[in-house]
């Protein structure tokens, strides 16, 4: 009766400590709901701008769901099933677009529109701009859930197909296998851009993110503010819900699976050569042909040192807030993945709780935590008003990054070492030192640095919550491109997109030094 009271505590005690971690991830979205909910309304929520932007955020929604699916899941079908040139760095970089924020992408088209002798050159504005471009920024969520589905689909099934009905057999049914994961990830893409403000204040665009920034930013109107936050959440949530409902399952499969005899990339004489054509196509068009537009203001006016003073400036500030984030995040995430790695139901109750999170606008939390800090006595600036502030709310808001990645990680831990461990009298401490932390070492840097990049492009949480005189860089590029010198605005682009590009190149070597590590 001990042993079976001991077995079955284990699995409470597992729940119970998912539901803190969770509490701690939902937490600071509860002020918002519990302050804004309780107050009369001292002005109209829905006025004629608010009205005509909550119709236009439907439509750039919708637009960035298709235009990112109609891209992401060929290219991701093509690279998972296909040898090819240069296959592992272009497969890596097609996450850039993803990892900047996208007022800085829009900054170098803005600058090509501005430039006479480009005047053939479509550039992008208003609503198809705003489709365009967070299209293009989103397109690495399908992408890699159609390359991740790709690889869950076994070498006998691929070789059966293709002795049955050759590579168009291949491909059509490759396609219909890894679709519902793929349209899944590409409406939690246009989900998430709902949440964007960059390109619509960029190319004229008014949309619901616009006129949240606007009324805390010009208005000075928390209370409308946060009501219009909770509607924007409302939608979000009214999104993604039936989505998650319909489809988390086969997300989940598909993500965190591990076949044991997977695929092997294909070398095909003519698809060999589309696919890696169509990577570097969405990467000059994405990432190259903006950072030209960068590039011509820095030439023309060069502030390299100016920028560069900048940069060293912020520095300090940009890595307390996005490492303190990384940190805070992968914690609890590990912790996530280690109490879940034996219950798939946990994992799919876990999944569908911290998405649900993600898809909230970044606001939501920042106005919540900014208006308990406006009547919160001096002895709680640590908590309230510190770097500690904005890397706590960075961390949880990214938690579920860091969580879909240790998640992954702990697929290949073995329940025949915890039964070694336990026939041979090894500490559950001793083990998780001496076996389950190395082996889980490399997925834990990976998440650190995923994180720290992601939480810098997060420009809403920490222009809400950095304490006076502690700005990053990437907010004091957002704060100052509409009032300072072109060529400033562009080195400063410059220098950071610089940052983002030798982390991601330095990433890409992490597997060989880690393999020649464990050699």
């Not at 050159?121 to 701009?129: E, F, N, S, V």
């Not at 076994?154 to 890894?178: K, M, N, P, Y």
């Not at 616009?210 to 208005?219: G, H, K, P, Q």
């Not at 490399?442 to 810098?456: H, T």
Request: aromatic share 8%.
């Amino acid at each position: 009766m001990t042993l079976m009271a001991q077995h079955g505590s284990k699995p409470m005690l597992r729940w119970v400590l998912l539901v803190i971690v969770l509490g701690i991830a939902a937490s600071p979205a509860l002020p918002l709901v519990v302050l804004t909910l309780g107050q009369e309304p001292t002005r109209s929520l829905w006025t004629d701008a608010f009205s005509k932007s909550t119709g236009s955020t439907l439509y750039l929604g919708a637009g960035v769901s298709v235009f990112s699916l109609v891209i992401g899941l060929p290219l991701g079908l093509l690279a998972a099933l296909y040898r090819f040139p240069a296959r592992r760095p272009l497969i890596l970089f097609q996450a850039l677009p993803l990892l900047l924020p996208s007022f800085l992408l829009c900054i170098g088209w803005s600058n090509l529109a501005a430039a006479k002798w480009l005047w053939w050159l479509p550039t992008p504005d208003g609503l198809a701009g705003c489709v365009f471009v967070l299209g293009l920024q989103m397109m690495p969520l399908p992408f890699f859930a159609t390359w991740a589905a790709g690889h869950n689909l076994t070498a006998s099934q691929i070789d059966s197909v293709r002795l049955h009905g050759g590579e168009r057999s291949v491909l059509t049914f490759s396609a219909r296998a890894c679709a519902p994961v793929a349209i899944l990830a590409a409406l939690l893409g246009g989900i998430l851009s709902l949440s964007d403000t960059g390109a619509p204040l960029i190319f004229g665009y008014r949309s619901a993110a616009v006129e949240i920034r606007t009324s805390f930013s010009a208005l000075f109107d928390y209370e409308l503010a946060g009501r219009q936050c909770l509607l924007l959440a409302g939608l979000a949530l009214l999104l993604i819900a039936p989505v998650l409902f319909v489809g988390l399952r086969l997300l989940a499969a598909a993500v965190l699976a591990r076949q044991t005899r997977p695929a092997m990339p294909y070398p095909h004489r003519a698809l060999s050569w589309v696919a890696p054509g169509g990577l570097l196509l969405v990467l000059i068009v994405g990432v190259v042909v903006p950072t030209l537009g960068l590039c011509w203001p820095a030439a023309e006016n060069p502030m390299i040192e100016r920028a560069a003073t900048k940069v060293t400036a912020t520095a300090g500030t940009t890595l307390i807030f996005t490492g303190g984030a990384a940190v805070i995040a992968v914690l609890f995430a590990t912790l996530i993945a280690l109490a879940t790695s034996a219950s798939a139901r946990g994992r799919l109750f876990v999944l569908a709780v911290l998405l649900l999170l993600l898809a909230m606008p970044p606001a939501l939390a920042a106005i919540g935590v900014s208006r308990i800090a406006t009547g919160a006595p001096p002895q709680l600036d640590w908590l309230m008003r510190s770097r500690l502030t904005v890397a706590l709310i960075l961390g949880l808001r990214f938690l579920p990054v860091a969580t879909v990645a240790m998640m992954f990680a702990t697929c290949g831990l073995s329940p025949s070492w915890r039964d070694a461990a336990r026939i041979h009298g090894v500490s559950r401490v001793r083990m998780f030192v001496r076996v389950t932390l190395p082996y889980l070492s490399f997925a834990i840097v990976v998440s650190l640095l995923l994180v720290m990049v992601l939480a810098a492009t997060d420009i809403t949480t920490t222009h809400l919550l950095q304490p006076p005189g502690d700005q990053s860089l990437p907010v004091a590029i957002f704060t100052v491109m509409a009032n300072s010198p072109e060529g400033l605005v562009a080195s400063l682009c410059l220098l950071y997109l610089l940052c983002v590009v030798l982390l991601l190149a330095a990433a890409s070597q992490l597997p060989r030094l880690w393999s020649r590590r464990s050699a």
